[in-house]
Antibody, heavy 121, light 111 residues
Framework: EVQVLESGGGLVQPGGSLRLSCVAS????????MNWVRQAPGKGLEWVSA????????FYAHSVKGRFIISRDNSKNTLYLQMDRLRAEDTAVYYC??????????????WGQGTLVTVSS | QSVLTQPPSVSGAPGQRVTISCTGS?????????VNWYQQLPGTAPKLLIY???HRPSGVPDRFSGSKSGTSASLAISGLQAEDEADYYC???????????FGGGTKLTVL
């Protein structure tokens, strides 16, 4: 059974930092690209970032480029998202999801339950 | 404003058939990139419903089907059931943005 479990969300002040983690099991983590997708309260889905199965390739949405860093540790089946210089508009539930590719014709197969990040003073 | 355009809401009675459209442009759907669909039940995470326009993951009923026409795609749900009440999102890739993009979502109400 596939399991994807995010953690690390919470309340942070504008300009602050937070590190999200995602532990996956039930599939061969090291052979899948991984992504973060977020959903602001009452809003739709927004792709945030992707990383290749080796970790050698990373991609970011324009809205987070230069502030967020995605990484992975295949020995621990874990995905990370380091979020710096957080803004109110980053407030959202952050989902971890695997995909069949890193860009182009890729789709998001398995999703975690999400972790809520709230940026507020 | 989402790159992919979906109707905000659709509705239908149990047993009926509804369709949800997803309109893109020459930078995404029209460029030949695949369209995928996700179902998000209230209070839960999204779930892959249809991939590469028409394929269903294991466990998804064949009441759900997808299609493509030009710069648009559609999701059809036949034999509507109360449990189908959810938000539905289309997703593709945009070469201008170099990013995966989602539609704004469509709320399906089963009357």
């Amino acid at each position: 059974e596939v399991q994807v479990l995010e953690s690390g969300g919470g309340l942070v002040q504008p300009g602050g930092s937070l590190r999200l983690s995602c532990v996956a099991s039930g599939f061969t983590f090291s052979t899948y690209a991984m992504n973060w997708v977020r959903q602001a309260p009452g809003k739709g889905l927004e792709w945030v970032s992707a990383i290749s199965y080796t970790g050698g390739g990373t991609f970011y949405a324009h809205s987070v480029k230069g502030r967020f860093i995605i990484s992975r540790d295949n020995s621990k089946n874990t995905l990370y998202l380091q979020m710096d210089r957080l803004r109110a508009e980053d407030t959202a539930v952050y989902y971890c999801t695997n995909s069949n590719g890193i860009s182009g014709d890729n789709y998001f197969e398995d999703w975690g339950q999400g972790t809520l990040v709230t940026v507020s003073s | 404003q989402s790159v992919l355009t979906q109707p905000p809401s659709v509705s239908g009675a149990p047993g009926q058939r509804v369709t949800i459209s997803c309109t893109g442009s020459s930078s995404n759907i029209g460029a030949g990139f695949d369209v995928n669909w996700y179902q998000q039940l209230p209070g839960t995470a999204p779930k892959l419903l249809i991939y590469v326009y028409t394929h269903r993951p294991s466990g998804v009923p064949d009441r759900f089907s997808g299609s493509k026409s030009g710069t648009s795609a559609s999701l059809a749900i036949s034999g509507l059931q109360a449990e189908d009440e959810a938000d539905y999102y289309c997703q593709s890739y945009d070469r201008g943005l170099s990013a995966s993009v989602f539609g704004g979502g469509t709320k399906l109400t089963v009357l």
